[in-house]
């Protein structure tokens, strides 16, 4: 292997978590932050609670709303569409008596 060429590893890096959780590992970066760690995690700890990351849920809760305001407004043009004369399906019997 070449040297010089790879970063220099670090042993006592210290990870922070925004829990205020901190501990200390290997790695090539002295200090390192994450947003989950091992004690707030739900699946480490069992609890069942919602983790939103970057907005996520209101980005859902407005695609909804728009779904919902475009479905009560395109409700009229459905039925207007409907009360055209539908075509008649022919059957089989039909299709075949003609001929």
Known sequence: MKSAIHPQFIKDAQVVCNCGNTFTTGSTKPKIHVEVCYKCHPLYTGEHRFMDIAGRV????????????????SQGKRDKKSNKEEKKVKTLRELLGES
């Open 58 to 73: 209101e980005t859902f809760k407005k695609k909804q709303a728009f779904a919902a305001s475009y479905k009560a407004t």
